[in-house]
């Protein structure tokens, strides 16, 4: 069993940064990743990028090489192709590599596993055409791919930034089905102020505008307010359905990107038992962190996206902050020290969450996606429909584990990751009760699937 | 809420809702507080195995009593337990294995049972011939198999109700005094008040006793399972090992259990458990070496459940040795889902009846004293 300081999980701006500041700092640092190549969703396949590309995804992309290089120049210790599957709080890390599994054992575990997009279950989600605007953005920066003639439907920043590249690109979609609501807008403009109080926050919301003005620009089709999402097909998307201004529409397509912003990556602090709390805010739950990214558990801290949304330089921020916390847990800084490292990052995410709570009221997600109608599937490994999921309510269930029990929900290979936030939600409508008391799924390893052999292969300490 | 009964059970797991269940279809006036949620512990994540075979002598018995009425369990609950006749096997990979099977062949035939059965080679690649080449024979039960232990416990829990008993989740009782030949039971929902206590507490049941002055030497423990991804049909009947700690199934959706008693660490207190990776790397091993055909498939979950040991490996079934209308049914050492049903109906025949056909003396709560 390999003995590390420290091992950082997910190569993303917070991770980059963690391990960059660890290893630096001298302390042996591992950064595990599932990718070929550092930068994580939002700068994947950065140090690849062709001019061209870096060109069309702009400077907020190309931003993520030079972490890659603070990275490279560190001498911390980068594992591509990494899948951890499990963490203990004795801080073992169990990750696969090329088809085997192996065991550190870290002094201290930074998890960086950033945010998944929300799941947007509506009518017809399951159909093959239908996928969410991060996989659309996926085949732009690995393979240059743009999809002709999509619907682009939902809200979030990263919905319009997908709709926007790809009219840069030449493919301008189809339709964009904007669902934010008029309330949400209501509710946003009380963030206003603080939003715009700082130069960040400024420049967040110009970008906003310009992103926004350049797909009005490109006579793009884009109908506000809408509802009633449905996709139609039998073997696959043929068409959406919508209702907008109150009359139903119905656009033909083949190819459907849905998006409602994007929640914590939960699965490995929740396997953990970390404590946890729902922020009513960002309509998620999320690992209760301090100011430093220590979750409940000792030497197991949590930076970035995945400890709460806060956006690619947040989370770049908040992985220097927990590196130093790491460092001092690790006996390499005392308190002054931290303290000193982390200072010009404290201010650094001060100034980049000033924005949050106005973008985060302004892309709420709709309630039809949140607590979908009986009919749609909320759990996609085992076919299990939102009103199943009402009726065991009606039998005696209280709870997302319960549910799980009765009806194999969030008992596929995904671990709940799909299902997880909606039969919560369910649960706690039908019984008019808050999320923090309908709680989560208890998460079991693996987090991800792991053979027989490979299992039964992995080196134990009295073999080694 | 009434907080009285003629009968209060604590602890809803399988045993105390049978309990419940055939209680109330003789009329009485049932009461069942349950801590948790009912089947929240070894009732709800055990691994499903409704199995005869290798019982201790002393609970042989019992189970064949029980298999009985499992025969006719979802008709009396109105409902689908996931129950499947496959048969179970006991694989003999050596000599000593072998020897072992051969004893217990003979000792079940000197006791007059007949539900168990040894077999040679040649059958037993018939019955398994996914199983690694080189195995010697093996010990079956035609007439075991599986269900599934969430559904079936709640299926019971809900035709209880049905029937009229009372069954409240989320009520811990916490002290237990008898006063005026009544008992009266301290609960986080108030006082409980019946003629009659059963305790069915599981890992927790020995709490009980010991407030009812008769302490016994009850181990919590947490019996780890794995399962994988479906893959293609390859194994009828459950496989249990004899010296190697294993026992799987293929449930008819492909997917494979796998459990076999290798431990995780239980927490009463929190009343969690983990799973300890170490010794499932063990269980993966004994896997991969047996059926060969299983080195591929896709282990998607792992989990553990609290239960609880007794040192001698059976459970306490029977009246209190120190107070009067007060019985236990608890300690069932990995392997009480089976009795449930049966055991259900022995408390019934306790407590109305003031006794039971069946043999009780093994289970007595004083052979700890």
């Known amino acids: 069993m390999a003995r590390l300081d420290a091992v950082v999980i997910g190569g993303g701006p917070a991770g980059l940064a963690a391990a960059s500041v660890l290893a630096a700092q001298g302390a042996r640092a591992v950064l595990l990743d599932e990718q070929p190549a550092p930068g994580g969703q939002i700068y994947r396949a950065v140090e690849t990028a062709s001019p061209a590309l870096l060109k069309l995804l702009g400077d907020d992309y190309s931003w993520g090489a030079g972490l890659v290089d603070r990275l490279r120049a560190s001498g911390a210790e980068w594992r591509p192709g990494s899948t951890v599957w499990q963490v203990t709080p004795d801080r073992e890390v169990w990750v696969s590599r090329d088809g085997r599994s192996e065991l550190l054992q870290a002094g201290v575990v930074v998890v960086a596993t950033g945010a998944i997009e929300r799941p947007v279950p509506i009518p017809g989600w399951t159909l093959p055409g239908a996928m969410t605007c991060g996989a659309v953005q996926i085949l732009l920066k690995t393979a240059g791919l743009v999809p002709e003639g999509a619907v682009l439907a939902g809200s979030g920043p990263l919905l319009y930034l997908v709709a926007a590249q790809c009219i840069a690109a030449g493919a301008r979609p189809a339709a964009i089905l904007d669902t934010a609501t008029a309330d949400n807008a209501r509710a946003a403009r009380r963030h206003l102020p603080r939003a715009l109080k700082g130069a960040i926050g400024r420049a967040t919301l110009m970008k906003g505008f310009m992103l926004q003005a350049q797909i009005r620009a490109s006579g793009t089709e884009w109908y506000r307010r809408v509802t009633d999402l449905v996709l139609e097909g039998t073997e696959a998307v043929e068409a959406v359905r919508f209702v907008y201004r109150g009359r139903e529409q119905r656009i033909a397509t083949g190819l459907v990107a849905l998006h409602e912003g994007i929640i914590p990556n939960q699965q490995i602090t929740r396997s953990l038992d970390c404590a946890h709390q729902w922020d009513a805010a960002q309509r998620c739950f999320r690992p209760t962190l301090d100011a430093w990214g220590n979750t409940s558990l000792p030497g197991i801290l949590v930076a970035g996206d995945g400890g709460g949304i806060v956006g690619a330089r947040a989370a770049e921020h908040a992985g220097r902050i927990a590196a130093a916390e790491a460092l001092r847990q690790l006996g390499r800084l005392d308190a002054a020290a931290r303290d000193r490292l982390a200072a010009p990052d404290r201010a650094g995410l001060a100034a980049q969450l000033a924005v949050r709570p106005f973008l985060d009221a302004l892309f709420a997600p709709p309630a039809a996606v949140l607590r979908p109608a009986d009919d749609v599937v909320v759990c996609r490994c085992e076919a299990v429909r939102a009103g199943a999921v009402r009726d065991v309510v009606a039998q005696g269930c209280l709870g997302p584990n319960q549910a799980k029990s009765f009806l194999r929900a969030g008992m596929g290979p995904c671990q709940g990751r799909m299902c997880g936030p909606v039969v919560c939600e369910l649960i706690a409508e039908a019984r008019g009760v808050g999320l923090d008391e309908v709680g989560y799924y208890r998460i079991r390893p693996p987090l991800k699937p792991v053979t027989v052999a490979e299992l039964a292969g992995v080196s134990l300490d009295a073999e080694a | ?369």
């Open chain 2, 1 to 369: 809420m009434r907080l009285s009964a003629d009968v209060l059970i604590v602890g809803g797991g399988i045993q105390g809702c049978s309990a419940a269940l055939f209680m109330a279809r003789r009329g009485a006036d049932v009461l069942l507080v349950e801590k948790n949620s009912v089947g929240r512990h070894a009732s709800g994540v055990n691994a499903g195995g409704v199995r005869r075979l290798l019982r201790d002598p002393a609970e042989v018995p019992l189970s064949v009593e029980a298999m009985k009425i499992w025969l006719g369990l979802e008709a009396l609950v109105e409902a689908d337990c996931g129950f499947k006749v496959s048969g179970q096997v006991a694989v003999a990979a050596d000599a000593a294995e072998w020897d072992e099977l051969s004893a217990r062949a003979a000792r079940m035939a000197e006791l007059g049972w007949t539900h168990e059965e040894l077999i040679g080679p040649d059958e037993l690649y018939d019955v398994l011939p996914a199983l690694v080449p080189g195995c010697l024979g093996g010990l079956i039960a035609r007439g075991d198999g599986f269900a599934s232990p969430y559904h079936t416990t709640m299926a019971i829990r809900a035709a209880a109700i049905r029937t009229g008993a009372r069954v409240v989740e989320g009520v811990r009782a916490t002290g237990f005094k008898r006063e005026g030949g009544r008992w009266q039971v301290a609960s986080s929902a108030g006082v409980l008040e019946a003629r009659v206590l059963v305790n069915t507490g599981g890992a927790w049941g020995g709490a009980v006793a010991e407030a009812l002055g008769e302490p016994v030497p009850l181990v919590p423990s947490a019996p780890m399972m794995m399962v994988t991804a479906p893959v293609p049909a390859f194994c009828e009947p459950v496989v249990i090992g004899v010296h190697r700690a294993l026992s799987f199934k293929q449930a008819q959706n492909g997917t494979v259990l796998i459990g076999g008693g290798h431990l995780g660490v239980p927490d009463t207190v929190a009343e969690t458990s983990s799973v300890d990776l170490r010794k499932l790397v063990i269980s993966a091993r004994t896997v991969a070496e047996l059926f060969p055909v299983m080195r591929s498939a896709a282990i998607v979950r792992t989990w553990s459940g609290i239960e609880s040991r007794l040192p001698d490996g059976i459970p306490v079934i029977g009246p209190s040795s120190t107070e009067a209308d007060a019985f236990h049914a608890f300690g069932f050492s990995h392997h009480g889902f089976q009795l449930g049903p049966v055991v259900g109906r022995i408390l019934s025949e306790l407590v109305l009846d003031g006794g039971t056909n069946l043999p009780l003396h093994p289970f007595r709560i004083e052979r700890f004293r």
